[in-house]
């Protein structure tokens, strides 16, 4: 049986990226998409686990091949949905998660209207920005930019299908599970 194809977007900073990561580390059927991006790695990732890195020229190669389901500027670098990785894993039965912007999320919805819409959310804008500016892995231009787009994203979540809090981590997953496990049982 086909997978489901969900969408879990929400501000930087706000722990979508942990919490796909636990949710793969819970349930073997659920497989976390790989996108591609032109932004440089930082310190651990790896290529062709965290991200392909691309440069620009392999980037608009794929565009004018159609590789991609969606592709988005993102803090000054670009980000696309591989379309064939996501096909082939959601017809060997995997859920599928796409951790992508905003953006990609409306971009998504259009084109997979099946796709499941949903937004990660911090508990308050005070703790968004506490966490944002807390990070040790970008510069204080890189911050500012992030925190700007941050807001910007908030300002998506009534359009997604499911809004989840991350105030407490094991809460947010547990909620999150539960929206997977229930299409999957509908
Ligand atoms: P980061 O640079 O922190 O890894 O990611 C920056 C932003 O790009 C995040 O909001 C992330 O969700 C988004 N992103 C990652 N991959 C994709 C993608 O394939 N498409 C789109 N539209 N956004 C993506």
């Known amino acids: 049986m086909k997978g489901n194809l969900f969408v879990v977007s929400g501000p930087s900073g706000v722990g979508k990226g942990t ?16 996108s591609a991006t032109t932004r440089a790695p930082r310190e651990g990732e ?84 506490e966490r944002l500016t807390g990070r040790q892995t970008e510069t204080p231009e890189q911050i500012e930019l992030r925190l700007k787009n941050a807001f910007g994203e908030l ?7 499911h809004i989840v809090i991350n105030d407490d981590l094991t809460t947010a997953l547990d909620e999150l599970y539960a929206l997977i496990v229930n299409e999957r049982n509908s």
């Open 46 to 129: 790896v290529n062709g686990v965290s991200y392909h890195f691309l440069t620009n020229e392999q980037f608009d190669e794929k565009v004018a091949n159609d590789e991609f389901y969606e592709w988005a500027r993102v803090h000054n670098n670009r980000y696309g949905t591989l379309k064939q990785t996501v096909q082939d894993k959601l017809n060997e039965g995997y859920d599928v998660l796409l951790e992508i912007d905003v953006q990609g999320g409306m971009n998504m919805k259009k084109q997979e209207n099946d796709a499941i819409l949903i937004f990660i959310a911090p508990p308050s804008e005070e703790v968004l920005r």
């Open 155 to 161: 300002e998506y979540k009534d359009r997604y299908d």
């Open 19 to 34: 919490l796909c990561k636990m949710l793969c580390e819970k349930d073997e059927k659920i497989f976390l998409s790989v």
